[in-house]
């Protein structure tokens, strides 16, 4: 594989509280994506994660709503200092800007 390229890649899995490292398993094996975009998490809050080898990146309802939406974003941790900046816009928007060799990607 070329190494300037990366591979991005969206998984809907309709809920994945307490799931995180079942769904850093099967990227990893089955995909084997550098970020992937995982809507409808349904995750509450907004934070940050490490896992062994990714970082999440999560952007919920508050805690005193019922859990309908929610994104995260999971990076591979050899690619943590390119996130030049993230930023939790709702549950259903979090923006994130990635240096590249030639320039920044925002997702």
């Known amino acids: 594989m070329n190494p300037g390229l990366m591979k991005i890649g969206v998984w809907n899995v ?41 970082i999440l990146l999560y ?3 508050p805690t005193n709503k019922r859990a309908a939406a929610g994104i995260t974003k999971m990076i591979k941790a050899k690619f943590k200092k390119r996130i030049h900046s993230y930023v939790f816009v709702n549950e259903r928007i979090l923006q994130l800007r990635y240096k590249l060799q030639r320039g920044y990607l925002t997702l």
């Open 14 to 54: 309709r809920g994945l509280n307490g799931k995180e490292k079942l769904l850093q398993e099967e990227l990893k094996k089955k995909a084997n994506v550098d970020i992937a975009v995982i809507p409808e998490t349904k995750k509450k809050l907004k934070g940050s994660q490490e896992l062994d080898d990714c």
């Open 59 to 61: 952007s919920g309802v």
